[in-house]
């Protein structure tokens, strides 16, 4: 290793497997950003489901072996590449995506997946930002193309991206439904934005639904669980309804016949599959959000690096979550 080679603490992962997988390191060397890359010092970087799929093995995504886990960070630009206009040492970001990983002390970023955190926001929250809130918009504007005046059930309300949704989806003139699993998830859905909201725990909770949106149904499922819920979601949707799958750990058995009479459709969403300009779209309705006061970003279980492992165990086992999971640094 060259003399002089900064290093810093990052999170390896060398093989496919379980939490135990993720390897804390001390002697990772910092990345040094080149033509149009910024280095960010992290100070909080976003847990997503997706990370586990990936670490796992199971993903349509395998990244190269040895690699470091976590796309959306929040911190201050350490340094820039040649042709980085946009971006000065010391300005405070969020981003999308990143080159080197997030969970690290640094992460190297493409300048184009980089934006500025307001500060009105604290590091925490921008760590909540680009992946709930794009996902959000993904599948309300890009996915279900909703209308101002539609119904909207986001199953699955109360974890970071359901959040999300609710404060995106009534911003936009929706009437939203959710569901969540624990009082506290209930308190916290009907607080960011829902109409309405639903315990997915209750064995009749659908029915609950059901008599909410009457005969007519729902116009937009934004599910979190297809795996659990897809079947029972097709029996809640209007005429040309859609449900618009954001999670799913497994299969499911359905009937295509509950698509027809009322001509549904279901939608799966990737937001890796967006173009840089739907991401410049849903950049600037989160920067709207957050100057208009809509975009409040819910922090959820907080952990430092060292807990990695713990911290994938949870956001998989622990149910009734609410908020977006963060690693601390």
């Not at 810093?8 to 040094?32: D, H, T």
């Not at 820039?80 to 300005?91: E, I, M, Q, R």
């Not at 990983?101 to 929250?125: H, M, N, S, W």
């Amino acid at each position: 290793m060259a003399t002089g080679q900064k290093l810093m603490r990052a999170v390896r992962v060398f093989e496919f497997g379980g939490p135990e997988v993720l390897k804390l390191q001390s002697n990772v060397a910092v990345p040094v950003p080149k033509d149009h890359q910024v280095l960010i010092k992290v100070h909080a970087c976003g847990v997503n489901p997706v990370e586990t799929y990936i670490r796992s093995g199971t993903y349509s995504r395998k990244p190269t072996l040895p690699y470091t886990p976590g796309t959306d960070v929040a911190g201050v630009i350490e340094s820039v590449g040649d042709s980085v206009s946009a971006f000065k040492k010391g300005d405070r970001v969020f981003c999308y995506s990143t080159v080197s990983g997030g969970y690290a002390e640094f992460a190297l970023a493409a300048d184009d997946t980089v934006y500025t955190l307001p500060e009105k926001l604290d590091f925490k929250q921008g760590a909540a930002l680009a992946i709930p809130y794009f996902t959000a918009c993904r599948a309300l504007f890009h996915s279900a193309r909703v209308r101002a005046g539609e119904s909207v059930l986001v199953h699955g309300a109360s974890g970071g991206v359901g959040l999300a949704t609710c404060q995106v989806a009534r911003a936009h003139g929706l009437k939203v439904l959710g569901t969540a699993g624990s009082e506290e998830g209930k308190k916290l859905v009907l607080q960011n934005g829902a109409h309405e909201v639903f315990d997915h725990k209750e064995v009749n909770y659908i029915d609950k639904i059901k008599k909410a949106v009457g005969d007519e149904g729902v116009d937009v499922v934004i599910e979190m669980l297809a795996n659990v819920n897809l079947s029972n979601d097709l029996k809640l949707l209007s005429r040309g309804g859609r449900i618009i799958v954001v999670g799913c750990r497994g299969t499911i058995e359905i009937n295509p016949r509950d698509t027809m009479a009322k001509e549904t459709s279901i939608i799966g969403v990737m937001l890796f599959s967006s173009t840089k300009e739907e991401l410049q779209q849903f950049a600037g309705i989160v920067q709207t959000g957050i100057e208009k006061g809509w975009v409040k970003p819910v922090i959820g279980s907080e952990y430092p690096l060292e807990k990695v492992v713990q911290a994938h165990e949870d956001i998989i086992h622990s149910s009734g979550k609410t908020g977006k999971m963060i690693l601390l640094l």
